[in-house]
């Protein structure tokens, strides 16, 4: 076991370059295994949801070597059609090598996947649309299995199709875009998903021989081709890494510079951060986050791109505590992404939990509310400024993760953190960076 201990009141000053997308790295290794050749994949963080990802391949048969950020993958010749419940039941990404495995040898036994704990999570919309390929998919609710093959045994390739999403779905998006690159004929994927991490797995996997363009926003037609080749391929920024260090500087009352920072992506962040008092200064591909004289309250709503993302409202939770007056959040991505407000209520935050008076909440909320079994509170006013303090605290997702040390930094005393695994999920050295930056954190091993 691990736990974190922090020291708060550090003004958090200096220079720090934040890593390759989580979200991008994690994909880019599920497409690698659609080719038998190599793929190497440059400017990919260490983290240990990657480390999962690359256990998976090796079990499948691939060979993969890591070269400092750079990953090599080459999955020759697939060994076994089916992922091992205890290793995809630590990661939502597993759940994604059933197109490999499908396209490939044609049949996939893939688990329900893991992940973080925040909300049902189903992946109910991709099952649809690779049925509409012509997969036959069935789920055995007692082993937790998904048990894939084609329709007709004579059948040896998913067929195209044209798919409307119900709901924003971006892993689901990205899903069937590797299923549509090697079926037969045109795929067409309508409200699908925006976000740039999309975009970066269209790029990589053209230069692997795809034939994938997004003709509207929310439109991507794909043409099957019968083979993929090996490339080399390089991720951009983490944008959710460059978000966690702008509140940090602000709310520390620092000023903190970050490097290999895409800004384009960042227009719905940096608007509201200027709103709440923080100051911006952006130039190329450089940000600098500084705090000014005071921070205001704010009210927000999270959305898929181009919208406030749900990844940043935990993190913008923490700042708010530091506001003076009432700020408002509301989740309508993930139903259940409030587990840290606990926490941050024994550091001494003033956070209630409410529910707005939403029209056709079936259709507002971007989650099946079916599946909604227990009554989860979907948004929270904070009330601030708060003197926050030190605490035994325990993180329960990796943005909580974030959330929580950035707590510890902002409060009085010492505070210990429990669940650090979480957080290593999508942070590499996230402390020793920190550190870096005038914190004082000690991981200890117990």
Known sequence: MEKLIVTG????????????????????????CLTDEAVIINN??????????????????????????????????????KILLETAARIRTSSMFLVPLLSR?????????????????????????????????????????????????SVQRLKGME????????????????????????????????????DELIKLLNQMGAKITRVNPR?????????????????????????TFGVAAVLTGGDITVENADI??????????????????YKDQTIRF????????????????PGFMTDWQAPWAILMTQAKGKSTIHETVYENRFGYVSELRKMGAHIDFFNPIVKNPRKFYNFNLEDNKIDYFHAVKIFGPSNLHNAVIEISDLRAGATLVLGALCASGTSIIFGVEHLDRGYENFDKRLNKLGAQIERVIE
């Not at 009141?9 to 690698?32: D, E, I, M, Q």
């Not at 409307?164 to 994927?189: D, M, P, Q, R, Y």
């Not at 608007?271 to 709440?276: D, I, S, V």
């Not at 500084?290 to 791109?305: M, R």
């Open 219 to 243: 439109e991507i037609v794909i043409e099957g081709v019968e083979k993929l080749h090996g490339t080399t391929f390089s991720i951009g920024p983490d944008r959710n890494e460059i978000v």
């Open 9 to 32: 009141g550090k003004k958090l000053r200096g220079t720090v370059r934040v890593s390759g997308a989580k979200n991008v790295a994690l994909k880019a290794l599920v497409a690698a």
């Open 163 to 198: 798919y409307s999403f119900e709901k924003n779905t971006h892993t689901g998006t990205e899903t069937l875009i590797l299923a549509g690159v090697l079926a037969l004929g045109k795929t067409v994927l309508k409200n699908a998903a925006e976000e740039p991490e999309v």
């Open 44 to 81: 990919v963080p260490l983290i240990s949801d990657l480390f999962v990802n690359i256990e998976i391949i090796k079990e499948l048969g691939g060979e993969v070597k890591i070269t400092d950020h750079t990953v090599s993958v080459c999955l020759k010749q697939i060994k076994t059609n």
């Open 105 to 153: 040898t044609g049949k996939a036994i893939v688990p329900n996947p893991g992940g973080c704990r925040i909300g049902a999570r189903p992946i109910d919309r991709t099952i649809k649309g690779l049925r509409k390929m012509g997969a036959s998919i069935v789920y055995n609710s007692s082993d937790g299995y998904f048990y894939s093959k084609f329709n007709k045994s």
């Open 290 to 305: 500084y705090a000014k004289k005071a921070i205001y309250p704010t009210d927000i709503a999270t959305s898929s791109y």
């Open 264 to 281: 384009p992506y960042l227009s719905d962040f940096i608007n509201m951060l200027e709103k709440a008092g923080g100051g911006v200064e």
